[in-house]
């Protein structure tokens, strides 16, 4: 049975999947070389691994990321996969992945991230600072950068993993 971590963080990433529009895919994205389009590709991607990786299988994080043009239905399948396959065991990477990708978009998409559950950013930012050394940093995650003063979990966790954080 999936955690009610894990959940929100499927359901938050889905609501912000659900109000791309048009004039927004092709915006830019904290990722320097995605745009909103190519950010919900590798999103979609990674679920799928995720996925793949709770129910012990093995993952070939390397395999091309394909585009789908139905993102949110796409995205629900996934996610509905990714909650029926995990437990609350094997929450930390799968709520760091989402939660670090949930900042990606609401910042491209120009939406804050102060309304978030926190607790999906809090479990994976744990994860993250206990697993992700300089070594496995390499090709996923830039160097830490410093969170601005009042930043709240979403924002700690996005420059933990190497993001530049802005407060308004």
């Not at 190519?38 to 990786?53: E, F, K, N, R, Y």
């Not at 995650?141 to 979403?154: C, H, I, R, S």
Request: hydrophobic share 40%; glycine share 6%.
């Amino acid at each position: 049975m999936p955690s009610a971590t894990l959940t929100t963080a499927v359901f938050q990433l889905e609501s912000l999947i659900s109000s791309i529009s048009p004039e927004t895919d092709d915006a830019p994205t904290p990722c320097s070389e995605w745009v909103v389009r190519d950010l919900v590709d590798h999103v979609l991607h990674t679920t799928a691994g995720l996925t793949q990786m709770v129910k012990g299988e093995e993952v070939d994080w390397s395999a091309p990321v394909e585009h789908h043009d139905d993102s949110l239905a796409e995205f629900r399948q996934r996610g509905a996969a990714l909650l029926a396959a995990a437990d609350d065991a094997q929450l930390g990477l799968p709520a760091a992945e989402l939660a670090v990708h949930t900042w990606d978009l609401a910042t491209a998409l120009g939406q804050g991230t102060d309304d978030l559950d926190p607790a999906v950013a809090e479990v994976g930012h744990a994860f993250m600072l206990e697993n992700l050394g300089p070594e496995q940093r390499q090709g996923a995650f830039d160097p830490e950068k410093p969170a601005p003063e009042g930043a709240n979990a979403y924002e700690r966790l996005a420059a933990f993993a190497g993001r530049s954080v802005t407060r308004d």
